[in-house]
T-cell receptor
Framework: SQQGEEDPQALSIQEGENATMNCSYK?????LQWYRQNSGRGLVHLIL?????REKHSGRLRVTLDTSKKSSSLLITASRAADTASYFC????????????FGTGTSLTVIP | DTGVSQDPRHKITKRGQNVTFRCDPI?????LYWYRQTLGQGPEFLTY????????KSRLLSDRFSAERPKGSFSTLEIQRTEQGDSAMYLC??????????????FGPGTRLTVL
């Protein structure tokens, strides 16, 4: 079963705009990671945020984590057509060994 | 290329046949994971290995599924007596687990299985 849920399920924006997607999860976590998946391909790791961190940046990516609300957000600034992909959050839940639980994903379309 | 590789990339089989997939992880990685992903869903954990030991198996992994990592390097995932519900993308990932470090998993391109 899926641990997390991304919101929105689909997002369409113009190139240059910012894209924000959210992830909610169910149980306490060690860390949360975001991945990107282009259509029919494998997943690419974007960024990891630990449970004791609140915000992290990597290039055009900004991730926040609110453990009290069990939620995270991924912001992509100045989006490009190449950012078109599905984005998943994955949690490394406490007490589950090393199982990663992925959300259902947000499908992002950036229109040139 | 030093990433995770999977073979084959696509497999079409008839119901009832057995299939085997291979995953070659990043060479220094000690952990190897298998996931299944169906259309419109995120990957679902199946099993993982630390070196050659299979440490966890999901309840999703029926008796028809078996995975091995005999020498702690490559891994195989076999599905016996395939069913149409087994049609999915099978993803392999590897990671280097060190004490106290978070586990970033690097994924292969996947094997897309179609059971007719």
């Amino acid at each position: 079963s899926q641990q997390g849920e991304e919101d929105p399920q689909a997002l369409s924006i113009q190139e240059g705009e910012n894209a924000t997607m959210n992830c909610s999860y169910k149980t306490s976590i060690n860390n949360l990671q975001w991945y990107r998946q282009n259509s029919g391909r494998g997943l690419v790791h974007l960024i990891l945020i630990r449970s004791n961190e609140r915000e992290k940046h990597s290039g055009r990516l900004r991730v926040t984590l609110d453990t009290s609300k069990k939620s995270s957000s991924l912001l992509i600034t100045a989006s490009r057509a190449a950012d078109t992909a599905s984005y998943f959050c994955a949690t490394d839940a406490l007490g589950t060994g090393n199982q990663f639980y992925f959300g259902t994903g947000t499908s992002l379309t950036v229109i040139p | 290329d030093t990433g995770v590789s999977q073979d084959p990339r696509h497999k079409i089989t008839k119901r009832g046949q057995n299939v085997t997939f291979r995953c070659d992880p990043i060479s220094e990685h000690n952990r190897l994971y298998w996931y299944r992903q169906t259309l419109g869903q995120g990957p679902e954990f199946l099993t993982y290995f630390q070196n050659e030991a299979q440490l966890e198996k999901s309840r999703l992994l029926s008796d028809r599924f078996s995975a091995e990592r005999p020498k702690g390097s490559f891994s195989t995932l076999e599905i016996q007596r395939t069913e149409q519900g087994d049609s999915a993308m099978y993803l392999c990932a590897s990671s280097l687990r060190t004490s106290g470090a978070a586990d970033t998993q690097y994924f292969g391109p996947g094997t897309r299985l179609t059971v007719l």
